[in-house]
């Protein structure tokens, strides 16, 4: 069966570079989820977006921004990269935004700022 | 605002013993609960949910979990641990219809099943 992808798997980036992470959800899933994932930590809520629209905005700075396109795979630009932005990122989808569905998750990107 | 307490950092088992991980929460309203696994350097893997219904529930690779509604409780259960049960195990809670849809998860359990 089909799953999240992410691309890239691995990226290091230098302070104050912009980087941009890629999600692209199961097929015919309409919401996608952003979590920050610090070695150790839980899953941390940055913003999610339901038929292509933002739904839900949690801890995302401002540096960052995201959207989700006609095919609903959605892009999480990040920008003025911090030493502690270097973290795991998780894109997760749902066939809704309804709160019974279970969340499907990516296999992540690593982000690494040196 | 809904809030996940997953009490143990770390549980130890040997292999072949029943093992629990536990999880409290708190919601206003009915809770959707979840389970999740996550391996090194991988997504986190959906296990098992209660939405409504039967207070014990059964997911993936032989977990269960039991909803305890009086004591707000939703522990991950197995009869017989096994190593490649090894991992970071998340519990979750969203609110019901109507409120937030956005889950919000406890902050990890690791099991080590040791052999």
């Given amino acids: ?114 | 605002a809904q809030s996940v307490a997953q009490p143990e950092d770390q549980v130890n088992v040997a292999e072949g013993n029943p093992l629990t991980v536990k999880c409290t929460y708190s919601v206003s309203g009915n809770p959707y609960l979840f389970w999740y696994v996550q391996y090194p350097n991988r997504g986190l893997q959906f296990l098992l949910k209660y939405i409504t219904g039967d207070n014990l529930v059964k997911g993936s690779y032989g977990f269960e979990a039991e909803f305890n509604k009086s004591q707000t409780s939703f522990h991950l259960k197995k009869p017989s641990a096994l190593v490649s049960d090894s991992a970071l195990y998340f519990c979750a809670v969203r609110g019901p219809s109507g409120g937030s849809y956005i889950p919000t998860f406890g902050r990890g359990t690791s099991l080590i099943v040791h052999p």
């Fill in chain 1, 1 to 114: 069966a089909a799953g999240v992808i992410q691309s890239p798997r691995h990226l290091i980036k230098e302070k104050r570079e912009t980087a941009t992470l890629k999600c692209y959800p199961i097929p015919r899933h309409d919401t996608v989820y952003w979590y920050q994932q610090g070695p150790g930590q839980d899953p941390q809520f940055l913003i999610s977006f339901y038929e292509k629209m933002q739904s839900d905005k949690g801890s995302i700075p401002d540096r960052f921004s995201a959207q989700q396109f006609s095919d609903y795979h959605s892009e999480l630009n990040m920008s003025s990269l911090e030493l502690g932005d270097s973290a795991l990122y998780f894109c997760a989808s749902t066939p809704s935004n309804a709160g019974s569905h279970e969340q499907y998750f990516g296999p992540g990107t690593r982000l690494t700022v040196t």
